[in-house]
């Protein structure tokens, strides 16, 4: 067999804004990276870390390198990039993790200090932070209401979180893309703190797992930042990722709450970010996947990460949440991402910054036997459906193609209202940007949301209010059917059924 020196791979930003993305590709060898102009570019070899190696199940144990480098992308669009054997390779001790927006300071014993916002003279000191574990609610322990800790039910035995370890390593690694601090608890939690070259923010990379229980206990682990903002009971969490709620701890806006399960009482759905702020500072976690969390002290975060646990809570499964797999139990890895921002401009931060990570660039890979010069004559190494940059707060939700000409389009207008001077308010622009690549719209209907009837078809329930008083909600006005210019509301979702000649 001839060795393949050449490697091709295609990253595609789904996205209608273009995006920066850091590719990390997972290697045994040495390579130097092109982009799709041919010229070569920044990559680096960072050491896979041994908490990731260790990981049960893993496919090739000889992938322990992993290249990093920073790729452009356009909106709607892919971009090649080509890998050749050789690559430098750069190792740094230091715990200062620093570049042009940001500083992360972190101690000889893997203690996360500080984050500074070098831009806004912003300083978020961290008291603590890292990985924490509750025991969850046994069985046989006689009490009025015998409710256990289990796949439905969050119920800590003690509303103390124990750390998972008293001490932790730190190795740091700087490289020209990337500067990171890999950081051991245990033999089964380690995070690693990265800080990407020109990136506003810091990404918490986390692994957790196999949970031991040989000591008989279940265990609902977390990963807390405890910082010395003064949040004054409140924190902020989404609603499927849109609108943002805000949470008072022990505190319920409809009913006189009687506080029985301190921890527990005070978790709330995360599915994309949450947050707690004083009057001059906003701390921001973003998240990759949906948790439980919550602000259980002021100043706090605790985000829930991974359960083992040894009793069923008699809500149906049978079963304790105890699963396992290569005969070990399971093992968690996920990502956070941590913005440090003034709350008024807070926003315009979280909110693409949330979008990037929900739709992250896909990767595909392909093997070649010719030179990058053959390949880029042959192939395009870059394309883009759009021709004109859309409104920064508008987010392309749907476009299915229904017939040889006919689309579904659904558009949304994905800030809050008042949570950003300029990017909350309305928003106009023209559809046929979208389909600029495609062909030109001779036909616009607006749908419902369910897009299965017309807007303009639709009847409203009439309700009638305790004093007799009829209220029916407003319906914007479907846009004309030769009209292709749009105007989105905060927060709104608009659907469309587009033609094109």
């Known amino acids: 067999l001839v060795p393949l020196n050449y490697k091709t791979l295609t990253l595609w930003n789904p996205t209608i804004h273009p995006a920066v993305h850091y590719a990390r590709v997972p290697v045994s060898i040495d390579y130097t990276v092109r ?29 322990n390198q992993t290249i990093v480098f920073k790729a452009s992308l356009p909106a709607l669009g892919d971009e090649k990039q080509n890998v050749k054997s050789k690559i430098k390779i750069t190792k740094n001790e230091a715990c200062l993790l620093q570049n042009q927006h940001l500083r992360v300071e972190i101690d000889d014993q893997g203690n996360l200090v500080r984050i500074v916002n070098l831009n806004r003279s912003i300083t978020v000191p961290f008291t603590s932070q890292g990985f924490y574990w509750y025991e969850g609610f046994p069985d046989g322990v006689v009490e009025p209401d015998h409710q256990t800790s289990g796949a439905y039910v969050f119920r800590p035995y003690n509303q103390t979180a124990q750390p998972v370890s008293m001490s932790r390593t730190v190795t740091c690694i700087k490289t020209q893309t990337v500067q990171t601090a890999v950081i051991i608890f245990n033999n089964w939690t380690s995070q690693e703190i990265s800080l990407y070259d020109d990136a506003e923010v810091v990404e918490i990379e986390w692994t957790v797992g196999p949970i031991p229980i040989n000591d008989n206990i ?5 990963i807390r930042y405890d910082t010395d903002i003064q949040s004054e009971a409140k924190y902020y969490t989404d609603a499927n990722g849109r609108e943002v709620l805000q949470r008072i701890r022990d505190y319920r806006p409809t009913w006189n709450y009687t506080v029985n399960e301190p921890v527990s009482g005070n978790y709330y759905p995360i599915n994309s970010r949450i947050w707690i702020k004083d009057q001059t500072r906003q701390l921001t976690v973003l998240t990759d996947r949906s948790h439980g969390g919550g602000s259980i002290h002021d100043g706090s975060i605790e985000i829930m990460v991974h359960r083992r646990l040894l009793y069923n809570d008699g809500f149906g499964v049978g079963e304790a949440l105890n699963e396992s797999a290569f005969g070990q139990g399971l093992v968690v ?8 921002e003034q709350p008024a401009s807070s926003a315009l931060l979280h909110r693409v910054l949330a979008q990037q990570l929900y739709m992250h660039p896909l990767a595909t890979y392909s093997l070649i036997q010719q030179t990058y010069a053959n390949y880029s004559a042959a192939y395009r190494l870059t394309w883009s459906a759009l021709t004109d940059t859309l409104p920064l707060n508008v987010h392309l939700l749907t476009l299915d193609q229904l017939g040889p000409k006919n689309y579904l389009i659904r558009v949304e207008h994905y800030f809050e209202l008042n949570e950003d001077d300029t990017y909350s308010q309305t928003v106009t622009f023209d559809l046929q940007s979208i389909f600029q690549s495609i062909g030109t719209i001779n036909n616009v209907t607006e ?9 303009s078809e639709l ?17 914007h006005n479907n846009i004309p059917s030769q009209t292709t210019t749009v105007t989105l509301n905060p927060m709104q979702i608009r659907t469309f059924n587009v033609t094109i000649v």
């Open 447 to 455: 749908l419902t949301l369910a897009a299965n009837f017309p807007l």
């Open 459 to 475: 009847q409203r329930l009439n309700w009638t209010t305790n004093d007799e008083q009829s209220q029916q909600m407003k319906i």
């Open 218 to 222: 279940g265990k609902e682990v977390i």
């Open 35 to 63: 982009d799709p102009t041919g010229q070569m570019i920044a990559a680096e070899l960072i050491p896979v870390s041994e908490a990731i190696q260790r990981i049960p199940g893993r496919a090739n144990v000889a992938q």
């Open 333 to 340: 890895h996920g990502r956070h991402v941590l913005a440090v």
